[in-house]
């Protein structure tokens, strides 16, 4: 299981992302950019994903990985619920958000 202080110190230091607030939110940047936001009140982590990559995850991770249900979904925006990540899947989550952020 993967927790938020978890994620934070992967956020700052393994990738060198700023810690700043996003409305209710704690979202984590680089030059001004969104590539992660986290809702404390439900536990769930937000990464952008391609489309076709976003479905991969919502088949292995049926229910702990899922689109967003609203247009920023259909962009790829992608929720994943961080108390029932495995480290593995919470690696392979990050490693393709960051492979298509720019």
């Avoid at 202080?5 to 704690?26: A, C, N, S």
């Avoid at 979904?73 to 952020?101: C, H, M, P, V």
């Amino acid at each position: 299981m993967i927790t938020f202080e978890f994620v934070q110190k992967d956020m700052i230091g393994r990738l060198g992302l700023q810690e700043q607030p996003h409305f209710e939110k704690t979202s984590f940047r680089k030059n001004k950019k969104i590539f992660l936001t986290y809702n404390a009140a439900e536990d769930l982590i937000c990464v952008k994903l391609k489309p076709e990559d976003q479905q991969s995850f919502e088949l292995v991770a049926k229910g702990k990985i899922f689109a967003v249900p609203n247009k920023w979904g259909l962009q790829g925006w992608t929720l994943a619920r961080l108390n029932q990540l495995e480290k593995d899947l919470y690696d392979d989550l990050i490693q393709t958000a960051l492979s298509q952020f720019k």
